[in-house]
């Protein structure tokens, strides 16, 4: 399929990034939000995001100008009805994506790919919310959208390989990698990462090493860019403690049952970067 016009549900952080990510790839974009307010805040967040590009000498006015251009904002359904592939990128919650799929599955033209922006859940039953169950896949963009190279592209077992192969063209048309997984819980990363993780706070809690030495160790002997604690508050240890009841469910592996000071964590509203505090501190930054 020729994609031209893609739709993007949600204007939060991820479905921002994803716009910016199309409208730069040169494919016209809407991007549909709850509000006109969220949306235009959407908008005002693409341009500085622009801005700082332009400042930096990595793109031109003229770029700039031309990626603004292809975007559209909305707050109405209807206005993806003629879109070749809609992504959808809301909050991480069955319900909420199922009344989207919905909704999408009676506007969009019957020939439209359907992706979901998920994580963890399973794309099959978001599939079977619709009447063409053969064109819905996952499209997993990784956070910030912009900068990461990776897409994962989930093929459900009731996707065909042309909805795949449309997936495939998306994203490199962003200028991605896209690498196919099955949909199964945590696809490829986030099934290998998150064991990792899990056990990075198991060796805390039992403490075979202070929680600087782990991260530290994990860099400097593993390569890493950042070590597990402060990829944990970066991700957020709420996001993080979700991730792993949806993998726990699907496997019922101990590997990915979430220690309980994870639990604690989040009780507590110690939730990382994004409250200024999680394993570690952040108010002074």
């Known amino acids: 399929m020729q994609i031209e016009h893609v739709g993007i549900v949600g204007a939060g952080i991820m ?6 990510c199309v409208a730069k790839g040169g494919l016209n974009v809407v991007t549909k939000s709850r509000s006109r307010s969220t949306a235009d805040a959407m908008l005002a967040g693409i341009e500085k995001s622009l801005a700082r590009q332009l400042d930096k000498g990595k793109i031109t006015p003229q770029e700039q100008e031309a990626v603004l251009s292809r975007i559209t904002v909305t707050s109405d359904f209807s206005d993806l009805a003629g879109c070749d592939i809609v992504v959808e990128s809301i909050v991480e919650d069955l319900e909420a994506k199922r009344h989207i799929f919905l909704e999408l599955d009676r506007v969009c033209k019957e020939e439209a790919v359907l992706a979901t922006n998920t ?12 009447g063409r169950p053969d ?3 996952g499209i997993h963009f990784f ?9 994962e592209v989930v093929k459900p077992i009731t996707a065909s390989e042309e909805t795949i192969e449309t997936a ?4 490199r048309a962003c200028g991605k990698n896209p690498v196919v997984a099955q949909d199964r819980a945590g696809f490829i990363v986030n099934a290998l990462l998150f064991p990792y993780l899990n056990n990075a706070v198991r060796m805390l809690e039992q403490g075979v090493a202070v929680m600087e030495d782990i991260d530290s160790a ?3 002997g593993c390569g890493f860019p950042m070590g597990p604690f402060t990829l944990l508050d970066l ?5 993080s403690t979700a991730i792993l009841d949806a993998l726990y469910d699907e496997y019922r592996d101990p590997n990915y049952a979430a220690v ?3 639990r604690r964590m989040v009780a507590a509203e110690l939730l990382g970067r994004k409250s200024g505090r999680g394993f570690y501190d952040y108010h002074d930054h």
Do not use: F
């Open 218 to 220: 994990m860099k400097g």
């Open 168 to 171: 495939i063209e998306l994203a």
């Open 260 to 262: 309980p000071l994870l």
């Open 143 to 151: 956070n910030p959208a912009p900068v990461m190279e990776l897409v």
């Open 119 to 130: 994580s963890t859940l399973p794309v099959v039953e978001l599939a079977m919310e619709t």
């Open 235 to 239: 991700v957020g240890i709420d996001t």
């Open 135 to 137: 064109r819905v896949c």
């Open 15 to 20: 479905g921002t990034g994803v716009t910016e």
